[in-house]
């Protein structure tokens, strides 16, 4: 088949200069255009009776009672004010004005403007020349390393609040995960097989556990089926650990499954207090599998590091980890901050760093931190309590505030126990904005900040939670225009009901005075053109 974006130029070139054509014309002839409109009016005075008409219409403005007045602006008031509310909404929930949007969208490729989605992937390069901006991995929804169990964890909390900590969006990505995961091969399902597929894809927690229920009727070696009853169905990490000794035994040669069982069995006994255990399994685990890095068990690990205050050893992981050609995330970069703050934040006095300047530890402390800020500017706020935290979900993304919440949430504790670890942080985290003034366009050390953050974290983040954004956003022009002229028309409402007169001797002094150019022009232009060539004129 032949590419038919090349058949036929000669349209593709005419469209274009018709394009740039209009875009001209609205750049430099409008004021041309507006003078025409002008002279056209004066010329078309008599033979239209605009005098008469514009009389007839003055007489019929001063017979209107001030009541009169008082609905129009009082209706303009409630019109801007429902705009102002919907245009609130709209930017709270998808972060831009409805406004703009669509004026961005519908009118801007009419005046000339360039398309967003040809400038979406340049950035000008030192010499100026635009060049493709590299494929950013932070925008790829990855698994939580430290996910909660459904039944243990997340359902306690509903049952407590009455608030739902996941999402639809992101719970149907584990349900994905699960179907590729431990069904990954379709041409050899067996009847259990089948049976589970349908339970990972079922919206509602009973029905899910009905069907493991189901498949383990069929087969009672069916390890994906206890493995769903210790997510969902068990209330207690004890019995999800029991559920997933009974899966290991019966897993078989499955890689899949053992990886996801033994990581979990670690992850029950690190939340049972049994960490030196919880840290030799994922050891094992990390040596049996060593191809299956993706999955960043090395997190946990450096997590249940941290609980036993092994520093020496979190410094030999983030050794391993935390290199140029891994991709990193906020466990890597806070750890390895927290880890430099940790050697001098005990004594770390912000007076004295003044007086004195930084020591090369207290820069290294001081670099790291604002290194991992870089990466991540969400995750200070929850380590410094400025905003509240929440259960993490289930799915993450990279530098954006469902990541922040997930490390914070695990980390905070670490965080408190290095003493003065906090105080340092809090000295030195808003110093990273002054090194990347301009995060979207250029970046220090990592690539610039995504994008695409804020729509993916309000679909991985519930509702009652208020997304961190950065950069922050100033209110939409068309936001602080409708709460103006709402405000406006509501105070000119308001005055005309209380002193109709005294406001209809403002508003005719006001349009008075708003015309008066225009009658300065007419005079003027009589004055200099003759009576007669303006009469053989309109006989024309």
């Known amino acids: 088949m032949e590419d038919t974006t090349g058949s036929n130029p000669q349209s593709l070139g005419f469209t274009e200069k018709l394009k740039s054509w209009l875009s001209w014309s609205w750049t430099y002839v409008c004021f041309v255009w507006f003078g025409m409109v002008l002279i056209m009016v004066y010329v078309?005075?008599?033979?239209?009776?605009?005098?008469?008409?514009?009389t007839s219409a003055s007489v019929f403005l001063n017979t209107l009672t001030p009541k009169f007045y008082v609905a129009l602006t009082g209706t303009s008031s409630l019109i801007s004010g429902l705009i102002l509310i919907f245009e609130w909404?709209?930017?709270?929930?998808?972060?831009?004005?409805?406004?703009?949007?669509?004026?961005?969208?519908?009118?801007?490729?009419?005046?000339?403007?360039?398309?967003?989605?040809?400038?979406?992937?340049?950035?000008?390069?030192?010499?100026?020349e635009a060049e493709p901006r590299p494929s950013v991995s932070e925008c790829k929804v990855w698994r939580n390393p430290l996910n909660l169990f459904r039944g243990a964890e997340?359902?306690?909390?509903?049952w407590v609040t009455g608030k739902e900590p996941l999402t639809y969006y992101d719970m149907n990505l584990s349900a994905q995960d699960h179907q590729t995961f431990f069904t990954g091969d379709t041409q050899q399902l067996r009847p259990e097989d089948a049976v589970m597929q349908k339970a990972w894809r079922e919206?509602?927690?009973?029905?899910?556990?009905?069907?493991?229920?189901?498949?383990i009727e069929i087969n009672h070696e069916c390890a994906a089926a206890y493995v769903l009853l210790a997510e969902e169905e068990a209330?207690?990490?004890?019995?999800?650990?029991?559920?997933?000794?009974k899966a290991l035994t019966i897993a078989g040669k499955d890689m899949n499954l053992l990886v996801y069982i033994k990581r979990r069995l670690a992850m029950c006994a690190r939340k049972l207090g049994r960490i030196k255990e919880a840290v030799k399994m994922m050891r094992d685990l990390m040596k049996e599998f060593p191809l299956l890095g993706m999955l960043n068990i090395h997190e946990n690990l450096l997590e249940a590091l941290l609980e036993l205050q092994a520093y020496a050893d979190v410094q030999a992981v983030l050794a391993k980890y935390d290199d140029i050609s891994l991709p990193k995330s906020a466990t890597i970069c806070y750890t390895s901050a927290l880890l430099k703050a940790r050697a001098v934040s005990d004594k770390f006095s912000p007076e004295a760093a003044s007086r004195r300047g930084l020591s090369t530890a207290e820069m290294n402390a001081v670099e790291a931190i604002h290194r991992a800020v870089e990466f991540n500017p969400h995750v200070p706020k929850y380590l410094l309590e400025m905003k509240s935290l929440i259960l993490p979900p289930e799915h993450i993304l990279k530098r954006g505030d469902s990541e922040a919440v997930a490390y914070a949430f695990f980390h905070l504790q670490h965080w408190k126990r290095a003493e003065g670890a906090l105080n340092l942080l809090h000295c030195t985290w808003e110093g990273t904005f002054r090194i990347i003034p301009y995060p979207l366009e250029k970046g220090?050390?990592?690539?610039?900040?995504?994008?695409?953050?804020?729509?993916?974290d309000r679909e991985l983040l519930p509702s009652f939670h208020e997304v961190s954004v950065y950069p922050k956003k100033e209110l939409p022009f068309f936001i602080l225009f409708t709460a103006g002229l709402c405000s406006f028309t509501a105070m000119l409402a308001m005055l005309t009901h209380q002193f109709p007169e005294l406001m209809g001797v403002f508003a005719k002094a006001f349009f008075s005075t708003l015309f008066a150019p225009l009658?300065?022009?007419?005079?003027?232009?009589?004055?200099?053109?003759?009576?007669?060539?303006?009469?053989?004129?309109?006989?024309?």
């Open 44 to 54: 078309l005075w008599s033979p239209l009776k605009l005098q008469e008409t514009l």
């Open 89 to 128: 909404w709209y930017f709270r929930k998808y972060g831009t004005s409805f406004i703009e949007q669509v004026s961005v969208s519908h009118l801007r490729p009419l005046l000339g403007g360039v398309e967003s989605s040809s400038t979406t992937g340049l950035f000008s390069s030192v010499n100026g």
């Open 519 to 540: 009658g300065f022009f007419a005079d003027k232009m009589e004055s200099f053109m003759p009576s007669s060539f303006w009469h053989q004129l309109t006989q024309i």
């Open 444 to 456: 220090h050390l990592f690539y610039p900040y995504p994008g695409c953050t804020e729509t993916a």
């Open 235 to 245: 209330t207690t990490i004890t019995e999800a650990e029991r559920l997933f000794k």
């Open 154 to 158: 997340y359902n306690r909390y509903t």
């Open 203 to 215: 919206r509602n927690p009973q029905a899910r556990i009905r069907a493991a229920y189901q498949a």
